[in-house]
């Protein structure tokens, strides 16, 4: 290939469609066929990040090794694809308004009225670029929905890339929905084509159609709607429901969009793709030999979104496990000592989840009581860890009011406190201890034995930490500090050496983990409920 290629993904008729998905599973094909692919996000909000959204406004936020704090499309990216995410795979109308700002107050554009088109938009072009330097396709999905007055400056940066770039060098994939109506029995295709119109009104005229549907779609239907939205018959793509994201990649290749991408963008004599690996995963996943249920204890689990990493995860390392992860959310405000016994019936380990605030600690700390004193394997990611070092200290250490500051400052026990560089932070977005940081493993330790490895890199998203003044008195009475940072003797993971299964990690190894090479920890924490 003599110069980069671009791929646009947009969507239109409804939100939730799963763009991400999609352009991450033709990623994943493309991948397969020996390219260097990389895959971003236009996200249409004006938050400079999601870092202060509240999950049920945005869902899980995503962190990448770099510390930039994105959307959860990116988890998607990684867990397909295998590779490290930036900053730069994550753009919102935010940052790209932030930086045009500073550079109107800096005098960059020499006193010219700075606008939309075009100023925005250019920069926006700019982002787009940025990773074809080192890739030869870039993919990038646009958020919202077309016809959203916030997507319209990333609309109009694409019209004018697709002039710059040449036919020969990009195509835009729109995904649309085509609904079924039960009292006519009948798939309608007028959506669609209401939504190609309003790409058309934009100068925008779509490449190939990748329609959403949960029933089979005819080639009579196929044809019909190539003719009304001005595309190619073979370039009308069935997206239809499957019980699995992990199963879209192969219905994408069955449809053959990669086939139709590369004739499209010109290129030649591809070498077909290899999901040798991929398939491999797949039939693990369908065939397992062992159930077992989970309890995922946090406060957003009416909101699955928020965990979708965790979640991910869980799932990658039943694969591997041969085994089928069932998981059960657990509200952890309804948790109490008194009904801790019934609501974690029947589970053969626990989880308990990331968060922020006072909300629903108390039953978190009752869940891992639970657990620690029933021997069940208990996994605790950030405020997880935290909390059980909380319990740990009230219940066997008799600190009985120990908390973390961030609960109760007048704590008389803050065996959990503020990190000394967070103490005069006041901004809230972007500020926390963020990105990729090492970890040294103290060896003959049940972290050693996961990672078979004393050095480590994992990505974190805390202000808060363990207080190592109560370090020796933890280590005393049986719960090790494993896993610290060198450089600032940070605790990241804490264990109990008496218990079959019981660590916590200040960082989040759900982000690593991906569906080729599930996270070690995951892979452990299930194999242990397996065999409890």
């Known amino acids: 290939m003599n110069c980069t290629k671009y791929i646009f993904v947009t969507g239109g008729v409804v939100s939730s469609l799963g763009k991400g998905i999609v352009a991450a599973s033709l990623a994943k094909l493309l991948q397969a066929r020996g390219f260097s692919v990389a895959i971003q996000k ?83 072009k700019r982002h787009i670029r940025l990773l074809g330097a080192t890739n030869e396709i870039v993919i990038t999905e646009i958020g919202g929905t077309v016809g959203d007055i916030e997507s319209l400056p990333y609309i109009e940066a694409v019209r004018q890339l697709r002039y710059e770039l040449g036919a020969a060098n990009s195509l835009i994939i729109h995904l649309t929905l085509v609904p079924y109506l039960g009292a006519a029995k009948e798939l309608k295709s007028k959506p669609t084509q209401h939504s190609v119109k309003q790409l058309l009104e934009n100068g925008i005229q779509p490449d190939i159609l990748v329609l959403r549907t949960e029933h089979e779609l005819s080639e009579e239907f196929r044809k019909k709607t190539a003719l009304f939205c001005n595309v190619d018959a073979n370039a009308v793509v069935q997206s239809i429901d499957v019980s699995s994201i992990y199963e879209v990649p192969i219905k994408m290749q069955q449809e053959k969009l990669d086939e139709v991408v590369l004739q499209k963008l010109q290129i030649e004599d591809a070498p077909p793709a290899d999901l040798t690996n991929w398939t491999a995963f797949l039939d693990k996943y369908n065939h397992p030999q062992q159930k077992i249920k989970i309890g995922l204890v946090g406060k957003y689990i009416e909101l699955h979104d928020a965990y979708k990493s965790i979640l991910e995860s869980l799932v990658q390392a039943g694969a591997y496990n041969e085994c089928s992860v069932e998981v059960n959310f657990i509200q952890a405000e309804g948790i109490t000592e008194n009904n801790v016994a019934e609501k974690l019936r029947d589970l053969q380990g626990v989880l308990v989840a990331p968060g922020f605030g006072s909300r629903g600690v108390e039953g978190k700390i009752a869940a891992i009581k639970y657990v620690r004193e029933n021997k069940i394997p208990f996994f605790g990611i950030c405020l997880g860890m935290q909390v059980a070092t909380i319990e740990f200290a009230r219940n066997v250490l008799g600190y009985e009011q120990a908390n973390s500051t961030e609960m109760d400052s007048n704590a008389p026990h803050k065996v959990v406190d503020i990190m000394e560089n967070q103490k005069d932070v006041t901004n809230k977005g972007g500020t926390m201890r963020l990105g990729a940081y090492s970890c040294e493993i103290t060896p003959r330790t049940l972290a050693h034995k996961v990672y078979k490895s004393t050095a480590i890199s994992e990505r974190h998203r805390h202000r808060y930490e363990f207080n190592n003044h109560y370090l020796s008195a933890y280590e005393a009475a049986g719960m090790a500090a494993s896993g610290r940072n060198k450089e600032s003797q940070l605790v990241e993971i804490m264990e109990l050496t008496t218990h079959p299964f019981f660590i916590g990690t200040q960082f989040h190894p759900e982000y690593q983990s991906t569906v080729l090479h599930p996270h070690p920890l995951f892979v452990a924490f299930v194999k242990a409920a397996m065999e409890n």
């Open 42 to 124: 236009l996200d249409p909000y004006i938050n400079v990040d999601p870092d202060t959204l509240n999950p049920y406004e945005h869902g899980e936020c995503f962190v990448t090794i770099d510390g930039a704090v994105t959307d959860l499309d990116l988890g998607h990216y990684e867990r397909f694809l295998s590779i490290n995410t930036t900053q730069a795979n994550n753009i919102t109308t935010g940052r790209i308004y932030q930086t045009v700002i500073n550079n109107e107050r800096r005098g960059e554009y020499l006193g010219k009225t700075v606008q939309v088109v075009p100023h925005i938009t250019n920069e926006i």
